[in-house]
């Protein structure tokens, strides 16, 4: 089970720090990934960690504002969202299980466990 947190209301350019914590079973050895969906669209990438945390990718859109990272002892993905913009207003989804050869991090339907979401909304 995956449950994010740290979703909220934000102004422009302003910062929050989601979190997903796994329960009922280890996601160590896991690919991890954060995605998010804005309304009438579809759940789009926005980073990928490999399972020991030395390899990150991340969509265009965030690169240099949204850092990825993971605590395995605590079994909890994070997501640094800094300068924060409109256009990231979404529900923000955690992933495991996806593969991390090719390009499978980057697809929601790689992904095995889902979290419930957690809303984020910037104001102009």
């Known amino acids: 089970q995956l449950v994010e947190s740290g979703g909220g209301l934000v102004q422009a350019g302003g910062s929050l720090r989601l979190s997903c914590a796994a329960s009922g079973r280890t996601f160590a050895s896991y690919t991890m990934g954060w995605f998010r969906q804005a309304p009438g669209k579809e759940r789009a990438f926005v980073a990928a960690i490999r399972w020991r945390g030395d390899s990150t990718y991340y969509a265009d859109s965030v690169k240099g504002r949204f850092t990825i990272s993971r605590d395995n002892a605590k079994n909890t993905l994070f997501l640094q969202m800094n300068s924060l913009k409109p256009e990231d207003t979404a529900v923000y989804y955690c992933?495991?299980?996806?593969?991390?050869?090719?390009?499978?991090?980057?697809?929601?339907?790689?992904?095995?466990?889902w979290g419930q979401g957690t809303q984020v909304t910037v104001s102009s």
């Open positions: 992933g495991a299980g996806a593969s991390w050869y090719g390009t499978s991090w980057s697809l929601p339907s790689e992904y095995h466990y």
